[in-house]
């Protein structure tokens, strides 16, 4: 091949070294290379910080402490949800029994208040269950409960409706002279069962006439001088309240007309009846 003289052969090494610094040049013009970056890239510490010190952001910062359940999951500014730290959930179990407790201890409270007025009412006088039951009603304590104080006192000995009875038929039979009728009246009123009512009646003495007609004689004492006719209406009624049968009254009155001295009202003053 033939050159011209005037023609100059550019070197392969030199074409190649031409090249290269254009391809640097139009990258150095379209992205600029920020000096501090690359010093940092080069010895390899953060932006922003000393040359050649080593990057320790969080280190340097004071530890932040959250209250319980409001640690946050995301960072701030994120938008992402923060959950309820549940590490100590409440024990359920733990409330209930509390609340039993507490709840048990008020009932023992109104229990023993409850006892309380049932002994007091119990030193004025024997009751029966009837009327121990109706007194703990007007207290707070439970159905159950009214049970369990009225058996504890029945095993005590506070509470014996036999001796109540028998109270009964010393008071009113011995000492008022009510009649049997009266005096399972007053045994029913005051609430005992009626076997044990029975039972009593049973064990009182075939002398209903008899009782009937010592109280008239001393009632007709009291009458004064009315006439037969009202003393008999009064006497009647008075037996009757007693609880004597109407039968049983009218031989009663009967006797105590008779036994009235100084009347002179008939045939029925001309007699006197002594009874011991």
Same mark, same amino acid.
């Given at each position: 091949m033939h050159f011209e003289p005037s023609d100059e052969v550019t070197p392969i090494s030199a074409a190649r070294a031409k090249s290269k610094a254009r391809v640097a040049a139009k990258a150095l013009s379209a992205e600029p290379v920020d000096a501090a970056a690359a010093s940092g890239a080069a010895t390899g510490s953060e932006p922003g910080s000393e040359p050649g010190s080593a990057a320790a952001p969080d280190r340097m910062l004071a530890p932040v402490t959250y209250l319980p359940g409001a640690s946050p999951t995301g960072s701030a500014g994120t938008g992402e949800a923060h959950q309820v730290d549940d590490s100590h959930p409440v024990d359920e179990y733990a409330l209930v029994a509390v609340a039993a407790e507490a709840a048990a201890a008020a009932e023992a409270v109104e229990r023993e208040h /409850? &006892?309380?007025?049932?002994?007091?009412?119990?030193?004025?006088?024997?009751?029966?269950?009837?009327?121990?039951?109706?007194? $703990? =009603?007007?207290?707070?304590? /439970? &159905?159950?409960?009214?049970?369990?104080?009225?058996?504890?006192?029945?095993?005590?000995?506070?509470?014996?409706?036999?001796? $109540? =009875?028998d109270q009964i038929l010393h008071s009113h039979h011995e000492r008022k002279g009510l009649g049997r009728s009266g005096v399972q009246t007053e045994m029913r009123r005051r609430g005992l069962d009626h076997d044990l009512i029975l039972e009593k009646l049973e064990e009182l003495p075939d002398d209903e006439e008899e009782r009937a007609i010592e109280l008239a004689c001393k009632r007709v004492q009291q009458l004064g001088r009315l006439d037969d006719q009202t003393i008999d209406r009064r006497l009647t009624g008075f037996l009757m309240r007693k609880g004597y049968a109407s039968s049983t009254v009218r031989l009663a009155v009967k006797a105590a007309l008779a036994s009235r001295s100084g009347s002179g009202s008939g045939s029925a003053g001309t007699s006197r009846v002594r009874f011991r």
């Open positions: /409850a &006892e309380q007025v049932l002994l007091q009412r119990l030193r004025a006088r024997s009751l029966s269950a009837t009327e121990a039951r109706t007194i $703990l =009603a007007g207290t707070e304590i /439970a &159905e159950h409960e009214i049970d369990e104080v009225i058996d504890r006192f029945a095993e005590l000995g506070y509470i014996d409706e036999g001796r $109540l =009875a």
